[in-house]
């Protein structure tokens, strides 16, 4: 071979070599990142916004749905709507966004929160980095370089520093284990993953099982369509009017022009609404004065009845029983047979002990010829059968049964990935006596993951949306501050986490949430240890517990930095 070929074959292998490396290193770069995101709801997007727009950081969200939207892409059952109002029920962190959209009404149906997330998405150029209709299974911390390897049931692997779920504390559902369901003929539906394409029930047998927020609201679009609607109830509950109403344009004018102060009352508030509690007990007013105060609030409709007349509802027993009968005079007023509306008259549990439901038409449906209830307290289903149901006394027969049963709440979704932390001690193992975290934030021993509204934080008993956006700004600043210190890996220590979790269940043991055997304390699913899983302190206590601990240099976390950076002291 000549000199000068010899040069050609060099040349030629040099870039071949190149052009491998420069492949590799975009594989590696392809599939490393700094922070990996699960879930594309109303956390998983502002979580991208702020990882990826405000700090910089390659970030990758996975999204088992085909859409954004998280809870608002799968709950599209007939009547699905969301229980608070919309101009506080959205992103406060943008106000051009705030400014730009526009609500149709006072509380909005699932399309309507759906367009305003997918808007969200593409005004944000979110989509370049949610990869949709993925599943994350597996992820597992790497003590040797403080990375996460994050592996899907698309069969990729993935790592990332950090690993921040938003996955939702209200979205892994709750299936109930009744024999027989594989063998059912007809149609099967779950309010929480309902067909995209719509389901059409005209002049059908229809089964509804459950009287939570989903059964109530799909209860009347059901009847009106079926033509015929059986609703199991195994125990009722307290439902109020919603009084939904379209917004005129004075009144968007108005909400618009005052959305800094709404924004600001959102964050003071106890529970993320922009209003304060009256400051008016119960007994302190007569009786005819009380009966015409509860007559507004019902009228008025929504969650105002819980805060808006008096308050002491969820603390004394004597006023929650006033308000709790109230409810049940309307109960009786409305449903036409005296039989049926006593089953559907709630007793044994305190108002607001159960998560509320707000309704349109929930209790008029019962007078409609085509629905009946079946109060299945003391005769469960037993069994699905080919054609229809069986409880112990009598055997149904139905075209659809649609489960509105509910979820695994708060650590469901959660514990349906194999999380391994340090290790690899197993979330599912840390956890198997209820959930453990340190401020709903972090996991002792599961360092650089980060948990949006995570049990141990108010999160359901908030406003979603505004202890979404505190949690996200939280993490935001506590990764910046890492970046400053060069840390690479922060952890919730032990003793730290067994202080807040003993807080968490001292407040929880004073609050209404422990009378009730509710999602709220994992007593819907059999086996699930029972323990108050929100944080029943309030907004205010627990942003100033947060914030002090920011303040004090993240107190309650160890810092650490990667071993080959031997320049950086761990903390
Ligand atoms: P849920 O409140 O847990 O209600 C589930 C219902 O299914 C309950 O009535 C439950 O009875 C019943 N059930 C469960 N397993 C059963 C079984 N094996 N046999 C018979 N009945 C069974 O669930 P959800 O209605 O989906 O609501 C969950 C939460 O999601 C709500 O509390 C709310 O926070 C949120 N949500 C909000 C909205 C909104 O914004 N408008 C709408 C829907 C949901 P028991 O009560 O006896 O357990």
Known sequence: MSRRSSDVVEAKTLRWVCKRVYEAVQMDDQYDFDAVVIGAGFAGLYALYKLRDELNMR????????????????????????????????????????????????????????RYLNHVADRFDLRPDIQLSTRVTAATFDDATNRWEISTDRGETVTARFLVTAVGCLSAPNVPDIAGLDRFEGEVYFTAKWPREGVDLTGKRVALIGTGSSGIQATPPIAAQA??????QRTPNFSLPARHGVFLAEHQASIKSNYDDIFAATRTSFAGFPFSPIDRATMSVSEEEREEILEELWAYGGFKFLWGGFSDLLIDPEANEIAS?????????????????ELLCPKGYPYGAKRPPIDTDYYDAFNRDNVTLVDI?????????????????VEYQFDAIVFAT??????????????????????????????????????????????????????????????????VDWIAACLEYMREHNWTRIEATEEAQDAWVEHVAEVGSHSLFVRANSWYVGANIPGKPRVVMPYAGGQPTYRERCNAVRDAGYEGFEFGADVRDEAVPAR
């Open 227 to 232: 033509e015929q609607l059986t609703v199991f």
């Open 59 to 114: 970030v990758r969200v996975y999204e088992t749905g085909d859409g954004v939207g998280g809870t608002w892409y799968w709950n599209r059952y007939p009547g699905a709507r969301c229980d608070s109002e919309s101009y506080y029920y959205c992103y406060s962190f943008s106000p051009e966004l705030a400014q730009e959209w526009e609500w149709s009404g006072r509380y909005p149906e699932q399309p309507e929160i759906e």
């Open 325 to 341: 009968e109230f409810i049940r005079s309307k109960i009786r007023e409305t449903v036409e047979d005296a039989d049926t509306a």
């Open 377 to 393: 307290s003391a005769n469960p289903i037993e069994a699905i059968t080919p054609t229809g149901l069986r409880t112990a006394l």
């Open 406 to 471: 509910g979820f695994d709440a708060m650590t469901g979704s959660l514990l349906r990935i194999d999380m391994r932390g340090s290790d690899g001690v197993r979330l599912a193992d840390k956890w198997q006596d209820g959930p453990r975290t340190l401020l709903g934030l972090q996991v002792a021993g599961f360092p650089n993951l980060f948990t949006i509204t995570g049990p141990g934080s108010p999160s359901v008993l908030m406003n979603m949306p505004v202890a979404i956006e505190f949690h």
